[in-house]
């Protein structure tokens, strides 16, 4: 195995890895994310305020309708009992069923009112509870599905990392300092392929003297622009 390929094999190891890494943090990231739920419930604690509110004004305007139909009760048990017969007295409980009567349409209308805007604020909490549930629901299955992902990757670092030291204690790597320094300097690639006379990282043009080089089993070649470790692909 030739020094170029020993270390392009070594990346390997160390891409799976940094990959895994990456998109572990990144399920991290989606799985601490939880603005979406948050406001979803809070829009439906404030929905059921709202409700609440208007629950207790239509029982109020309903409790006040009610008192109005028992003054008018009152006061035709009083009109028609016989018990009055005073001329004056009989017209002014005509007066006040009259008084009585108006002020119930009143309150009647009000009551209706509140009644609507009650099954409105209904309707909107129903359907902002909905809604807090939906995202539960989707926010638990794809927790699901993530921390299946995760486990999943955890399992696949070990067994790189596994694989990566049994590598490393088969081969004898003279350049691992050059090999880690330029992944730390590289974005994590140190070894990248030549074809087609090209470097496949940064595209440049390999002059023939440096791919002839890059060929040899006992000799590392640098990429002239962006410095990293070529090894031969396919031409």
């Keep these: 195995m030739s020094r170029s390929q020993m270390l392009y094999q070594l990346q390997q190891y160390d891409s799976g890895i940094d990959q895994a890494i990456k998109r572990i943090q990144a399920i991290e990231s989606i799985l601490s994310d939880s603005n979406e739920l948050y406001f979803a419930q809070k829009k439906q604690e404030e929905y059921k305020l709202i409700l609440d509110e208007k629950q207790k004004l239509l029982k109020s305007a309903e409790h006040i309708v009610e008192i109005q139909n028992q003054k008018i009760t009152q006061n035709q048990n009083k009109l028609y009992s016989g018990a ?44 902002a509870s909905a809604h807090a549930d939906e995202v539960s629901q989707t926010k638990q299955a794809e927790s699901e599905v993530l921390s299946s992902e995760n486990s999943s990757l955890e399992s696949k670092i070990s067994s790189l990392q596994n694989d990566r030291e049994a590598f490393l204690a088969n081969a004898e790597i003279s350049e691992l300092p050059v090999y880690d320094n330029l992944r730390k300097s590289s974005g994590g690639i140190a070894v990248t392929l030549m074809q087609n006379s090209s470097c496949s990282a940064c595209g440049s043009n390999i002059p023939s003297a440096i791919e002839q080089e890059a060929r040899s089993p006992k000799k590392l070649s640098f990429c002239p622009a962006c410095r990293r470790i070529l090894h031969p692909g396919s031409s």
């Design 84 to 127: 009055v017969t005073n001329p004056k007295d009989l017209e002014d409980l005509q007066l006040e069923s009259t008084s009585l009567q108006k002020y119930l349409s009143v309150l009647e209308e009000r009551q209706l009112e509140t009644m609507f805007e009650s099954d409105r604020a209904q309707e909107i909490y129903d359907q």
